[in-house]
Each structure stands twice: as C-alpha cells, then as structure tokens.
C-alpha cells in the first residue's frame, strides 16, 4: 500500500466519524533552473470554494544521511525595489584590515552598490562562516518588524547565485570559495530584485546582514529600500 493509499485512508476514516482533522501533506518538489514545481496526488481534497495566497516556502530540516544538498527557490515577478542606501555597522578587524561600502548610481533608472575589503584571514569552503539576514518592515510609528530571517553559508550563497550574488564576482575580483586573504572589490552591484522573495508586503524595509565565524560577527550591515508593486493593467 502507498503512502497516499494509506493518507486516503486515514481521511476517510476521520471524515466517517465526522470529526475535524488536522492534515500535514507532503509533497514531491521539483526544483528547475526558473522555478519550483510541486506535485501531489491531492484528487481526495478537491475543493471550489476558495483560493490559495502562497507566501513563502523554507527549508527547515533534512537529513544529510539520505540527500546530500537540497535547494527551495521562489522567485517573483511583481514588486521592483528600490535601494537608498547601505551602511557599515561593525567590522572585526582580525579578520579584516579595512572594509568600505559605497552607494552608486550607474545610470538614471538603477542604483548600486560598490565594496573593498582587505582580507587578512583566509575564508575557508565550509560550514564555518555563515551569513545571517534579517528582514524588518518599517511600520508608520516608526518601529521595526520582523517579517524573516535565515542563516546560511557564506560560500553557499556564491555557489547558489542566492539574490544573484554571481553578479558581485563578475563585477570585481572576489573568487568564489575559499577566498584566499587579498585585497578584494566589487563595483557598481545590483541586487537581483527577481531573486527576492515573493508576496512581501509594499513598504519600507531594513535589511540587517551579518557575516559570522561561528557566533563571532565579522561585519554587520544595515540596507535600506523600499518595496514597490507594479501597476497591473
């Protein structure tokens, strides 16, 4: 009997007895080079009345005794972002000699960002140096909210092209991992708005990065911009 055969069951049973359940679905998510398709035998829960507002996916756990990587993308097409400005909040100096970031603007429509650092540490391809962002919607009184967060590794995000960090190595010279100690820079990087996560609410955001040798802050930023939707005709 397969796992679907016994869920059926199961729902048949609760819905017999006329009681209300609680239903964790699994899916089977298939991840493209564009999007994430997600497929199901759901034909037991078919349903007219309402609709579905999807608003993110994570990945919380797996197992590296049965997958050796695995990988959720969302992608989105309605809101474009506009950037104000990047601030340095803190650096380490024993791992960094000197670190600037500089707000750009390449041409009329986009604005850009432009860094240098100077490594003295190697950053080595492991688990070891994580980045941590957090993201707070800016509400009208004035305070901060918190609408997610997520921790990752540093050399994942190079590999993953996460929020198309590809664009920072083809913009300077930063290698991908590991990143031997040197001199490194980046110019005129645009952040890939289509790689930011979907159905975020319109508004202002700050956007509070720290990159961290286990739980050592080795620099923290402060990115600031505004969430806007597109006019749909």
């Known amino acids: ?61 797996f197992d590296r005794k ?33 670190i600037e970031l500089k707000n750009v603007k390449p041409n009329r429509t986009h604005k850009a960002f432009a860094a240098a650092f100077d490594l003295i540490t190697d950053i080595e391809d492991s688990d070891r140096y994580k980045v941590n962002v957090k993201g707070f919607r800016i509400l009208s009184n004035g305070l901060d909210h918190l609408i997610g967060q997520f921790n990752v590794g540093v050399c994942q995000i190079i590999r993953k092209n996460t929020f198309g960090f590809e664009q920072i190595i083809k913009t300077g010279n930063i290698t991908p991992c590991p990143i031997k100690k040197g001199y490194y820079y980046a110019n005129n990087f645009i952040v890939d708005e289509k790689r930011m996560p ?36």
């Open 1 to 61: 009997m397969t796992p679907v055969e016994i869920l059926r069951k199961i729902l048949i049973f609760f819905i017999r007895l006329k009681l209300y359940a609680t239903l964790i679905v699994w899916y089977l998510a298939v991840i493209t080079k564009d999007h994430l398709v997600i497929s199901g035998d759901l034909s037991l829960l078919q349903q007219n009345d309402y609709t579905v507002e999807f608003h993110h996916i994570s990945l919380d756990y």
């Open 66 to 98: 049965f997958l050796k990587s695995i990988e959720l993308k969302l992608q989105q097409n309605d809101y474009t972002v506009e950037f104000h400005h990047i601030s340095l909040d803190y650096f380490d100096r024993k791992f960094l000699k000197s």
């Open 198 to 233: 979907p159905y975020l609410p319109e508004g202002r955001y700050k956007v509070i990065t720290a990159i961290v040798d286990g739980n050592t802050p080795i620099t923290i930023t402060s990115l600031f911009m505004d969430i806007i939707y597109k006019i749909k005709n």
